[in-house]
């Protein structure tokens, strides 16, 4: 049974610092280009970030490029999101997602698996 479980949302204010997880079980999680999307309301689920393999490939959203950096640590099957600069705009519900051929690792379609999210809110 395959699980990505989101951790590290919450309330901040703008400006602040959020620090986002997603531990995976149940796959073979080397073997997974790892993504994070979000979705605020109202609006369709955008890509955020995303890590290749091994780690030494990311990819970002113009619209965080330069706040939020993505990593993993395969020995924990783990995938992070630091967000930094965090403005309201940035407020949605964040997903973890696992793509098992990780070519188009912007759309969500191609990945596999999900998450069940985590909400992060940024005030004024």
Same mark, same amino acid.
């Given at each position: ?7 590290? &949302?919450?309330?901040? %204010? #703008?400006?602040?610092?959020? @620090?986002?997880?997603? =531990? +995976? ?9 790892? &993504?994070?999307?979000? %979705? #605020?309301?109202?609006?369709? @689920?955008?890509?955020? =970030? +995303? ?23 395969? =020995? ?49």
């Amino acid at each position: 049974q395959v699980q990505l479980v989101e951790s590290g &949302g919450g309330l901040v %204010q #703008a400006g602040e610092s959020l @620090r986002l997880s997603c =531990a +995976a079980s149940g796959i073979t999680f080397s073997y997974y280009t790892m &993504g994070w999307f979000r %979705q #605020a309301p109202g609006k369709e @689920r955008e890509f955020v =970030a +995303a890590v290749r393999r091994s780690g030494a490939s990311t990819f970002y959203a113009d619209s965080v490029k330069g706040r939020f950096t993505i990593s993993r640590d395969n =020995a924990k099957n783990t995938v992070y999101l630091q967000m930094n600069s965090l403005k309201q705009e940035d407020t949605a519900i964040y997903y973890c997602a696992a793509d098992f051929h990780g070519t188009r690792w912007a759309t969500a379609y191609e990945y596999d698996y999900w998450g069940q999210g985590t909400q992060v809110t940024v005030s004024s």
